[in-house]
């Protein structure tokens, strides 16, 4: 089945130790979405590509960053992570090709920091 | 500022009955609102798709409304089942291409 994967499921890091998550997709679409989301919180965009054009929320920290090396995976980089940062990471993907866009979604990463 | 607010507090009804779900929407003009399911450490699924145009869409149990006037979208669960305890996300447009707001989702508990 074409599905977004991504590893690890769960992740604990310490507090300004850089961490990476990843995402992958089997569904060939062209834009990829990173979400944060706490604990009864709405899931927040962090930053997307649509193709290989990255673009950036206003408010998203510099800590936070993207890369996209190709269609299929997409990675979230947490520089310096710091306590606030602890929440579930959720990757998405959307076919331009078809408009409105419906998002699908992976099961996400839960991260900690320590 | 734009807000989407959805009911913070839980629904809890009896297995059977109709769920309704409310999402309400300040300083958006979207030409579409969708709906999504999430369940405890998954990610949101997408359930239904509303334009602008459209006043009611249904999909199985499901029936979603769409009020341009009100600012407002109701999400109905029909005939619920304790499978249908999940929280519900509503979702839309802000400025701006390929991307969605969402809101907090509202909490279902249905009681067997």
């Known amino acids: 089945d074409a599905m977004v994967i991504q590893n690890p499921r769960y992740q604990v890091t310490q507090f300004g130790k850089p961490v990476t998550l990843s995402c992958s997709q089997t569904?060939?679409?062209?834009?990829m979405y990173w979400y944060q989301q706490k604990s009864s919180q709405a899931p927040k965009l962090l930053f997307h590509?649509?193709?290989?054009?990255?673009?950036n929320e206003a408010d998203t920290p510099d800590n936070f960053q993207s890369r996209r090396p190709n269609t299929s995976f997409c990675f979230l980089d947490i520089r310096s992570p710091g306590l606030g940062d602890a929440a579930m990471y959720l990757c998405?993907?959307?076919?331009?090709?078809?408009?409105?866009?419906?998002?699908?979604f992976g099961p996400g990463t839960r991260l900690t920091v320590t | 500022s734009q807000k989407i607010e959805q009911n913070s507090e839980a629904l809890n009804i009896q297995e059977g009955k109709t769920a309704t779900l409310t999402c309400n929407y300040t300083?958006?003009?979207?030409?579409?609102l969708q709906w999504y399911r999430q369940d405890p450490g998954r990610g949101p699924v997408f359930l239904l798709l509303?334009?602008?145009?459209?006043k009611e869409k249904r999909k199985e149990r499901l029936k979603v409304t769409f009020d341009t006037t009100l600012k407002q979208s109701l999400f109905h669960i029909t005939a619920s089942q304790p499978a249908d305890s999940a929280t519900y996300l509503c979702?839309?447009?802000?400025?701006?291409?390929?991307?969605?707001?969402f809101g907090k989702g509202n909490q279902v508990v249905v009681i067997p």
């Open positions: 979702a839309l447009p802000p400025t701006g291409n390929n991307r969605l707001a």
């Open positions: 300083n958006y003009s979207p030409a579409y």
């Open positions: 998405a993907t959307s076919n331009e090709g078809r408009r409105p866009f419906e998002q699908y």
């Open positions: 569904l060939n679409h062209n834009v």
């Open positions: 590509y649509y193709d290989k054009d990255f673009n």
């Open positions: 509303i334009r602008e145009n459209e």
